[in-house]
């Protein structure tokens, strides 16, 4: 390939000691996409819903703009944040932000295949920086690369554009069976505890606490001999979850009448505006587990069973009043008062009916939960599928040609 810097064929150290097909070469990421730069700046401001031109940034498109930075087939990279070493192809005219690293492929090079590689390369684990993850264009550029001939390459695109989508579109279809069988779990619950007088939730409400935040480790307790402070996620499911918390650091000096009790409601005090208010029954002895400042604790009286209130609460006409209660500057995070939890209105049926209905949801969600957690794991194992078979073409371990 006389336009790319090529070495004999080569063990390279990113494919994991895997030699390289006896007529692929080695090169480097600026042979095969010269003269990558950031994108432009662009404000807040200046994208719209819709427009003349799409705007793009580290993840794909933002909105629409009325001016343009290229036109053509470009490669984009995130090169900051959470999604550093993102990799999108886009076509056509476009504004690419500065969130965004621009490679276009050399003569001798296909954009699809190329776009292949730097995905599969994973460059989010070059970023040098900690606190806000970024790469550079010379990072990338000095990485080797396998370099197949380009016929070959242009087959390995094409292989990969058929089985890619045909393993998106499966994944698509997984993922809207999810989508109904929330929908499903959702209505199971609301018919379920639509039932009852309607009170104030003050009525049944014995104990309403709420924790601390201390400065904590970033990893949980071990949930033995070590304290943890409660995250808000641990009640996001309806189902208390233990390990979501954050380890006390040995240094801090536990308060322990601050550990969540069995039996009570653990709820969100502050979150997203879908998840704020999240509430669910604490169904085990976690005498080490404390309530952060973001919690709150609820015992009720024994005119309620705290399955069924934690059920009511995930309700959608619940939900509805909560999401109306909660205030905050931004969708991402909404706070809920005490005084305003007091003043849900719950239906409640006699305290004998609401077990009843409280043991029936607990096996009908369990069950939705399971198929769920199926489709989910089969969607996990979907793209890995998909990125062993990225990997494996374009690193030369399996010859498209007897593909085809």
């Known amino acids: 390939m006389t336009s790319l810097h090529s070495t004999s064929p080569a063990k390279i150290a990113w494919l994991q000691g895997l030699s390289l097909p006896s007529n692929w070469s080695e090169s480097k990421v600026k042979y095969v996409a010269p003269g ?22 580290g993840n794909g498109l933002r909105g629409y703009t009325e001016a343009k930075t290229h036109h053509g087939t470009r490669i984009l990279i995130g090169r900051q944040g959470a999604l550093c070493g993102n990799v999108h192809l886009v076509f056509g005219e476009f504004w690419a932000s500065e969130h965004a690293i621009v490679a276009r492929a050399a003569d001798a090079v296909d954009s699809r295949w190329l776009a292949y590689l730097l995905h599969v390369m994973n460059l989010g684990q070059y970023s040098q920086t900690a606190a806000q993850p970024g790469i550079g264009t010379a990072q990338i550029n000095a990485l080797p690369v396998p370099v197949p001939p380009l016929s070959e390459q242009r087959a390995i695109a094409d292989y990969l554009d058929r089985e890619v989508a045909r393993i998106d579109t499966l994944i698509e279809e997984q993922q809207r069976l999810i989508e109904m069988l929330r929908e499903r779990r959702t209505a199971v619950i609301a018919h379920a505890t639509s039932q009852g007088a ?14 601390w935040s201390p400065n904590c480790e970033s990893w949980p307790a071990d949930g033995v001999a070590e304290w943890g402070v409660l995250k808000v996620g641990c009640a996001n499911t309806g189902r208390f979850d233990p390990a979501e918390n954050k380890r006390l650091p040995d240094e801090e000096t536990p308060r322990p009448e601050l ?35 973001l919690t709150y604790g609820l015992s009720l009286t024994d005119d309620a069973d705290p399955a069924f209130v934690a059920y009511a609460l995930g309700s959608p006409g619940m939900r509805v009043q909560i999401s109306a209660a909660s205030k905050g500057m931004s969708h991402s995070m909404q706070k809920i008062s005490q005084r305003d939890i007091r003043e849900l209105r719950v239906r409640l049926p006699a305290l004998g009916e609401q077990r009843h209905v409280a043991a029936y949801l607990d096996g009908q969600t369990a069950k939705l939960d399971a198929l769920i957690a199926e489709t989910e794991r089969f969607i996990e194992l979907a793209r890995e599928r998909r990125a062993a078979l990225i990997t494996a073409s374009v690193t030369g371990q399996i010859d498209i040609r007897e593909m085809a």
């Open 198 to 211: 309607d009170v104030e939730l003050r009525r049944v409400i014995a104990v309403l606490r709420q924790g």
């Open 36 to 57: 990558m730069q950031a994108g432009e700046a662009i404000t807040a401001e200046s994208i719209e819903p819709v427009g003349t031109y799409p705007v793009y940034g």
């Open 259 to 293: 550990a969540v009790r069995q039996g009570e409601l653990v709820m969100s005090r502050s979150n997203t505006k879908d998840l704020v208010g999240a509430a669910a029954v604490v169904d085990g002895s976690y005498p080490r587990l404390l309530l952060s400042d």
